[in-house]
């Protein structure tokens, strides 16, 4: 039996490389080991679920639609190799560089849990019983803010963050890319049964 409903991704850093405001499918590149997490996820009939800030629709570098483009190439790739992203979410908005509607304070840009708390809502998760994946702060901030098991990934700039953190919370683990984490959360004597 499972003891992890769910595992969030976050996408830039995590699934493929950081590429500053990614949004054109021929800048996609997958990070060494993706396909192998997500499809031993898959396997396990865990669903694995994107959530990511996306910034650059606020700031009008690229449309909302890109977003879409760039998840079903996405898709595509996994798929080439068995394995499939079951749901994404994104935030658009930005609190102070956005425009016109996108220039909003709102309650799913990581660190705040928007995303996750609509995540489970359409899918009726209990957090405490789902794993988040990230390698920024924001992540780990918005996983711990509703009760998730936390992973921190050296991918991305987790390496940096964690170099620096001065949180006075801290990642349930630190791994060295997703396919650790992936490990990590699969082992069942991982984390507290809650």
């Known amino acids: 039996m499972n003891t992890i409903d769910v595992v969030f991704l976050d996408r830039d850093g995590v699934i493929n490389e950081e ?8 800048d996609l590149v997958l990070i060494p ?42 898709s595509k790739e996994l798929e080439k190799e068995g ?22 304070d709102c309650d799913c840009r990581k660190p705040k849990p928007g995303l996750l ?13 789902c794993a988040l994946v990230g390698d920024k702060v924001s992540d780990i901030a918005a996983g711990v803010s509703v009760g998730c098991t936390t ?3 050296k991918t991305g700039y987790g390496d940096k963050e ?8 801290k990642p349930s683990y630190v791994a060295a890319d997703i396919l650790d984490a992936t490990e990590w ?6 984390y507290p049964v809650r």
Request: hydrophobic residues 40%.
């Open 151 to 153: 992973i921190l990934v």
């Open 83 to 104: 394995a499939h992203i079951d749901r994404y979410y994104h935030c658009p908005h930005h609190p102070e560089h956005g425009k016109n509607e996108y220039l909003v």
């Open 117 to 129: 708390h609509r995540a489970a809502k359409d899918m009726h998760l209990d957090l405490r019983r």
């Open 33 to 74: 080991g993706v396909v192998r997490a997500v499809r031993l996820l898959n396997e396990r009939h865990i669903p694995v679920v994107v959530i990511t800030n996306q910034a650059g629709v606020a700031r009008g570098y690229y449309p909302e639609s890109q977003i879409h483009v760039l998840h079903t190439a996405l």
């Open 162 to 169: 964690w170099k620096t953190w001065k949180e006075d919370f």
């Open 19 to 26: 590429v500053e405001y990614l949004h054109d499918p021929k």
């Open 185 to 190: 959360i699969l082992r069942p004597v991982a």
